[in-house]
C-alpha cells in the first residue's frame, strides 16, 4: 500500500526552493496518497539552534504546510522529536549503513566545510536518521528537491542492507511483505519544472536558507516590495528569451526564472516559454513578479494568522504525532523483534 512521507527542516527562511521543491508538491500528492509530512526538528539541530529560535522556526514550518493547503486532518503533520521512533529507528541504522556510504555524502562534505573535525557526530550521521524518518512508517514515495536524491539511494541501501542481512529472521517471524523484504524500497519523486530552484545572484548555486545574501532568495514570508525587487534585481543575460527549450542550454539565469514561473503557474516550461519566447527580461522579470506575489502573498499572510495564535498549531502538532506514533510504534517492534532486541510483552 503506497504511502507518503516527507520533511522539511525547521532552520529559518523557508524559500522559493523549498516551496515549489518540496511543499507544492507534498499539497499535490494529497490528492492521491496517503501522506504524512514532518517539521524534521532533530536535523536541524545537528549544526547549532538557539532554542527559542527553533521553537519558534518548528512553528513557522507547520504554519506554513498548513498554509499551502496540506490538511492536518485527512493527513498527518507533525514534528519528529514527539515521535521517538525516528531517533531508535536511527540508531539500528547506524549499525546497518556502512561508513564508506556516509562518507560519499556531498551534503555532509558541504556542510561540514573544511573543519570537518568540528562537525557534530549528528551531521555525519544525518541520512540514517532521514532513512528512519521514512522506513519507520514504511513509506514508498518520498517527495523531495533534487538536492536530496543521494540520501535516498542511501536510504534504498539501507532498507536493501536491512532486508538482506536479516532476511533469515524475518522470514523465521513471518514479517517479509511479498519479494520485498520487511522495508519497502523508498521511490523519490523528484519531479516538476523546480526540482532545483537556483540563487537569484548565481546560477550555479542553489537557492539555500544559509545563503549570506538575502536577496539570492525569496523567502515565502517575504512582502510585495521584497519579492519584486529582488526580481527585478536578478542576474540575467542580455539576450532576449528564446521560444524553445533547447534555447535555455548554458542560460542557466534565464532558465532558472523559467523554472520558477512555470513552477507558480503549473505549466511546464515549454509553455511559459511559448508565451514568452523573444521577450526582453524588462518584460519577463515583471510579469514573475506579479505572479510571484500573487501566489505567494496569500500563503504569507495565512502564515502570519496562524503563528498568531501558538497554542494551534502546537496542538495540530501534538494530535499529529499521536497519529503518527500510532503507525511507527508496530513497525519498529517488529523492527526490534527481527534484529533480536528483547522485548517484554
Ligand atoms: P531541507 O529542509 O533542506 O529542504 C526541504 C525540501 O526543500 C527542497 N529544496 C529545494 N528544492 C528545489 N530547489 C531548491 N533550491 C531547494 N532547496 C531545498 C529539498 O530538496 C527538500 O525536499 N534532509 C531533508 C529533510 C528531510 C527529509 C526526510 C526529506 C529529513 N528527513 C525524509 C524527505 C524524507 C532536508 O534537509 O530538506
Known sequence: QPRVFSGVQPTGNLHL?????AIVRFVEMQKTHDC????VDLHAITVWQDPAALRTQIREVTAAFLAAGIDPEAHIVFNQSQVSAHAELAWIFNCVARLGWLNRMTQFKEKAGKDRENASVGLYAYPNLMSADILAYRATHVP???DQKQHLELARDTA???NHDFADSIAALGLGVGDDGFFPQPEPLIQGPATRVMSLRDGSKKMSK???SD???INLTDDADAIAQKIRRAKT???PLPSELDGLKGRPE???LVGIYAALIGKPKADVLAEFGGAQFSVFKPALADLAVDRLAPVAGKMRELLADPAHIDAVLGRGAERARAIAAPILADVKDIVGLLRSA
Open 17 to 21: 526552493g523549498n516551496y515549489l521543491g
Open 36 to 39: 504524512i509530512y514532518c517539521v
Open 144 to 146: 523531495v528537491g533534487e
Open 160 to 162: 536493501a542492507k536491512f
Open 210 to 212: 544559509s545563503d549570506p
Open 215 to 217: 536577496n539570492s532568495r
Open 237 to 239: 543575460d542580455p539576450e
Open 254 to 256: 534565464a532558465d532558472n
